[in-house]
């Protein structure tokens, strides 16, 4: 059949010029892919412009994505005046610390397992499989926290997650992937396996390792939903929380401003909860923003490791 | 198969011995796996053990702690089981689960293929890198974000409405109107999902032999002929993984979305099994109840991911895990 319709679609391919689909292809590519990067990028720029332009722009919705008139009293205000530094300390605290341990726990299962001929691999895998596919549910995961006397403190946004099996597989992978060459002639050097581990499987493996933490730490980061659980004292919030907050209580917020803080003139014409909320969203995306370079460097390699191998 | 057929010939006293000479020489590797096997047994296997709430009439102040408690609560059998089938909360929420999630997949699904598709005919390398970065940047921002952002975006004081008032029009309160709801889920998973899936396709057409292409050029194959013979049948197996694995999912997917975005207005057409697990086990220490609804979709989801991953190993023989 291809071979009796050779000829035939060359004789096509002569009439028609041969770039012409490519060139159509081409210009809806251009202009379906600039559209989509506009819609993906819009939002961002609207809750930044909106932070930073003046009140009354921001409530005739005169901002559209570039400021209107550049004040900067609304993250003034959210700074001094609401959680915001407590958060963010809290954030980072959880953040940094959960990344170290996750990445600590992730790297030790890791190793052994990736070991060629690791007596016990085959269990010790299926126990992680198990727990991947087998849920304890939202009641009794927090029954756990509660019993273990872990409610409303960091370990309780942190331990839980110490390792997401997905990456703990994807650094394994790679391990096996490494020659195991470089790693026996360690052994005979009189290596022991936490040496061999350190000094030499490590330094081979930036790439992915980067790419696994980045994935732990905007983990930690963007958690909302356990932290909500996990914490009970307003001091423990994190900057999602705090957010979803802000998001909510905008109209409180306003009305506590228009009865606390009279004539301050100016200062307060600024403040509107639109542009509470859209300064407060800015502050949150910006470290995301921050390691976008990071990401864009790992990521796409990592998600390209993680899906090769089954 | 080899490998397990030789192994056991060997008996089983042979088999320990010869496990405990590899213990010995590489004590290390098994002193490595403990913090990560005290980590799986505190926080995901001893919740299973909470599991038997659904069997018992739970009472949370019968025993010293929460966990306590639930060896001391007296056996009920299927009890919850029976409440929770002939609620009518129960059908809605399964429903408003499938349909939201079914609806995601039928309008979102196809949107990353024909993104890997665009993304690749485009020629300019630094263009190119510029959008896939700009439609993959949603994916790192958590819900709440979204949700803060979107909320500035269609609030009824946002950017929309107020174009939409300046046009002589209605505001469209896009989070509370029973008819919208459900589409400003698809539409804001889409904004965060769109970009990562495509970047995922993208690697599965860089993986596309490039002869192939070379082949079909010379066949005289135009682009849209080489995209339909060589590139479609080339990511085909990544599309079908992908679609198997968003089915073994659907049960599973958007609780914090929904959580974050939904409000008591449009509990009806939104409240997912999740969410109701989260609302009325922990708000109204329904907890028995809640964990047999958690225990059911625990029980489907396992079936439905176990079946796509043998769906998935018989047909292209890759396996999710």
Redesign the interface.
């Known amino acids: 059949m ?1 071979v009796k319709a ?1 000829p035939n ?2 004789k ?2 002569n009439r ?1 010029p ?1 770039d ?3 060139k159509i ?2 210009v ?3 202009i ?3 559209f ?2 506009l ?3 819009f ?2 720029l ?2 930044i412009s ?1 932070s930073v332009s003046t009140g009354t722009a921001v ?3 005169r ?2 994505f570039w400021p209107v008139g550049v004040q900067l009293d609304t993250i003034k205000y959210v700074f001094t005046k609401t959680d915001f530094f407590s958060a963010l300390k809290n954030s980072l605290i959880v953040t940094v610390a959960g990344t170290a341990i996750s990445m ?3 790297i ?2 890791a ?2 397992l990736s ?1 060629q ?4 691999h085959r269990f ?1 895998t299926l ?3 198990i ?14 926290v ?3 006397g872990i409610l409303d403190t960091y370990w309780a946004c942190i ?2 997650f ?2 997401v099996q997905f990456n ?2 994807i650094v394994k992978n790679y391990f096996e992937g490494l020659p195991s060459e470089v790693e026996e002639s360690a052994a005979i050097d009189g290596a ?3 040496r061999t581990l350190i000094s030499i499987v490590l330094p081979m493996s930036v790439p992915v390792l980067a790419t696994v933490a980045l994935l732990y730490a ?1 983990n930690y ?5 356990h932290v909500m ?1 996990y914490t009970t004292s307003s001091s423990m919030r994190t900057m ?1 929380l705090y ?2 907050d ?2 909510n209580n905008s109209q409180a917020f306003a009305e506590n401003l228009s009865n606390g803080a009279k004539g301050v003139g100016n200062y307060l014409e600024n403040i509107t909860t ?1 542009g509470m ?2 300064a ?2 800015s502050l ?2 910006i470290p ?2 921050a ?2 370079p990071f ?2 460097r790992y990521m ?1 390699h990592g ?2 490791v993680g ?2 191998k ?1 | 198969m080899d490998g397990i057929g030789k192994k056991k010939h060997i008996g089983l006293g042979k088999r320990i011995h ?2 405990f000479v ?2 010995k020489r ?1 004590p ?3 002193l ?2 403990i ?3 005290i ?2 047994f ?10 038997q ?1 659904a069997f018992r009439d739970y009472n949370i102040f019968l025993g010293a ?4 408690a ?1 060896a001391k609560s007296r056996w009920v059998g299927f009890r919850w089981f029976e409440k929770l089938f002939s609620s009518s909360d129960f059908t809605k929420v399964l429903r408003n689960t499938l349909i939201i999630n079914g609806m995601k997949i039928a309008v979102l699904f196809p949107l990353p293929i024909i ?1 890997s598709f ?6 300019n390398r630094r ?1 190119r890198k ?2 896939q ?3 993959y ?2 994916y ?6 979204i ?7 269609l ?1 009824n ?3 929309i ?3 939409i008032v ?1 046009l002589g029009g209605e505001r469209v309160r896009f989070f509370t109107d029973l008819g919208i709801f459900r589409w400003l889920l698809v539409f804001t998973e889409g ?1 965060r999902e ?3 899936n495509t ?2 396709y993208m ?2 057409i ?2 596309i032999d490039i002869t192939l292409y070379e082949a079909a050029k010379v ?6 002929q080489q ?1 339909w013979h060589v590139t479609v049948p080339g990511i085909l197996p ?1 599309i079908v993984l992908m679609l198997i694995l968003k089915v073994g999912y659907i049960l599973n997917t958007g ?2 979305q929904v ?2 975005f939904y409000n008591p207005a449009v509990y009806d057409v939104a409240d997912i099994i ?1 969410t109701y ?2 609302r009325i ?2 708000g109204r220490m329904e ?1 028995s109840l ?2 047999a609804l ?2 059911f ?2 029980i489907v ?2 079936v439905l ?2 079946g796509a991953n043998t769906v998935s190993r018989k047909t292209l023989h ?4």
């Not at chain 2, 505190?42 to 599991?51: D, N, Q, T």
């Not at chain 2, 702690?65 to 306590?68: E, F, R, V």
């Not at chain 2, 790192?140 to 974000?145: E, G, L, Y």
Request: net charge positive.
């Open positions: 291809t050779l679609s060359k096509i391919s028609i041969r012409r689909t490519e292809m081409s809806i590519a251009y379906v892919m600039t989509l990067a819609i993906a990028i939002p961002c609207h809750v909106k409530t005739a919705g901002v559209l600590f726990t992730t030790t299962t190793y052994p070991k001929g690791f007596k016990g010790i126990l992680y499989v727990s991947m596919v087998f849920y304890g549910g939202i009641v009794p995961c927090y029954m756990v509660v019993t273990m331990l839980p110490a390792i703990m597989f022991n396996d936490v905007i980061w963007n958690n909302y939903f659980m999602q957010l979803y802000i998001i639109e909320v859209a407060a969203v949150s995306i995301i923003i390691a976008y990401i864009q796409v998600i390209t899906s090769v089954g | 010869l496990f590899y213990v590489h290390l590797l098994y490595m796996l913090p990560g096997l980590f799986l505190l926080y995901k296997f001893w919740p299973l053990y909470g599991l709430m702690n929460p966990l306590d639930i993104c665009l993304l690749n005919e485009i020629q263009y510029f959008t970065t700009a439609i940047v949603p790192f921002f958590s819900w709440v974000m949700f803060g952002m979107f909320y500035s975006l609030g004081y946002g950017i409405n107020s174009a300046k904004w769109v970009g990562y970047v995922i690697a599965a860089t993986g066949d005289g194959a135009n682009k849209w995209l990544t609780f914090e959580l974050v999740q697990v989260y086990g922990m907890y809640t964990t958690g225990l979709n625990s989801a396992f991911i176990i890759r396996s999710i895990w």
